[in-house]
Nanobody, 121 residues
Framework: QVQLVETGGGLVQPGGSLRLSCAAS????????MGWYRQAPGKQRELVAL???????NYVDSVKGRFTISRDNAKNTVHLQMNSLKPEDTAVYYC???????????????WGQGTQVTVSS
């Protein structure tokens, strides 16, 4: 099995910054796409940022120029640097990782437990 542990959420004032991290551990043969999603109260979960194994990235329009996703393949981690935060960024943030537990398995999707990000003065 693959476990994901997220860190870095919290309360920040508008205009501030936070850095989220997600570390994958357990039985891991290889990791494919890694991404961050968020879900605000009363809204559907949405993709925030995605990074494929080769390093190409994709962002939802609302965070372009403010958020940066990165990954460390040697440490099986993915980060989300969030700058110029706005109240509308308030949500629970989840990391999602596609991983192969062993060579005999195809890629499976794993989710982190979620970390709260609150942007408020």
């Amino acid at each position: 099995q693959v476990q994901l542990v997220e860190t870095g959420g919290g309360l920040v004032q508008p205009g501030g910054s936070l850095r989220l991290s997600c570390a994958a551990s357990g039985s891991i043969f290889s990791i494919g796409d890694m991404g961050w999603y968020r879900q605000a109260p009363g809204k559907q979960r949405e993709l925030v940022a995605l990074i494929i194994r080769g390093g190409s990235t994709n962002y939802v329009d609302s965070v372009k120029g403010r958020f940066t996703i990165s990954r460390d393949n040697a440490k099986n981690t993915v980060h989300l640097q969030m700058n110029s935060l706005k109240p509308e960024d308030t949500a629970v943030y989840y990391c999602k990782v596609d991983a192969r537990p062993s060579v005999t398995y195809n890629y499976r999707t794993y989710w982190g437990q979620g970390t709260q990000v609150t942007v408020s003065s």
